[in-house]
């Protein structure tokens, strides 16, 4: 019995990296947008009345 390489070229390798790259990149955006989210909100609760308000967008993240 025969068994046959599976052959993979380096094109179909460099697609899937870069689809695990852009995958990646989204959940760390995501993550990062959920933790400046989380510190605006605690900036927000303590900051003295007349201060500036921290304002970010995470619209670009999701």
Do not use: H
Not at 7 to 35: E, H, I, M, N, W
């Amino acid at each position: 019995m025969k068994f046959s390489k599976l052959s993979s070229t380096p094109k179909t390798d460099l697609k899937y990296q870069s689809v695990d790259f852009c995958f990646l990149k989204a959940r760390l955006l995501g993550k990062l947008c959920t933790k400046l989210e989380e510190w605006q909100a605690d900036v927000v609760k303590n900051r003295p009345a007349g201060r500036f308000q921290l304002t970010m967008s995470c619209t670009a993240a999701s």
